[in-house]
């Protein structure tokens, strides 16, 4: 079975977790997931009682083939450095980690490895998830983890040179809308007497 490997179970772990299941994309025996901290694997474990749950990163890569990173920037050369000495190099590397490019990940792992950037939206089904793959990952690998995301929203494929720009439009576009509608709504409460509340379901 290609179990799903989760390290990190912080917001983003989290909510991946919750949206793959949630969606019947992955049944719990079909997860494994990795935490530093017990707490962490305690609130995995409780929210979770059949899911995997792996003492180490490096146990984590020994169960798993696709193996999503969703640690912080700053933690993620630590992981590589721990889990890279016992892959085969057959792994696929999804990394969610913000500004760390395929180029930096494939110097140390140079087998099959994709960024994704979910947003949060993405933790009620309604997100976008900006994917991009390295060189390497053939087409079983794509369609995998495009139908892990699509699970929780919208995917769209991009170029690593558009994730700024379309991780901007995808992340703060969804509140800047929410604030237009929200300012117009209040704008004809107040020109007309229309109660605030009414305005405001009435321009959503």
Known sequence: MDCVGIIGYGHMGSMLVNGFLASGVLGTDEIVVASRGQKSRDACAAAWPRIGIAATNRELVRRCRTIIIAVRPQEMREILHEIVPVMDGDEHIVSLAAGISLQEIEGEFPGSVTRAIPTVTSA?????????????????????????????????????????????????????????????????????????????????
């Not at 495009?146 to 992340?171: H, M, W």
């Not at 117009?184 to 109660?195: D, E, I, K, Q």
């Open 124 to 204: 009620v089904g309604q997100g976008t998830t900006l994917v991009c793959h390295g060189r390497q990952v053939g087409m079983h690998d794509a369609l995998r983890v495009e139908g892990l995301f699509s699970s929780i929203g919208n995917v769209v494929l991009v170029g690593e040179s558009d994730i700024p720009a379309a991780t901007l439009l995808s992340s703060c576009g969804p509140g800047l809308l929410a604030a237009i509608i929200e300012e117009l709504a209040g704008a004809t409460a107040r020109a007309s007497g229309l109660p605030p509340g009414r305005a405001l379901v009435l321009a959503t």
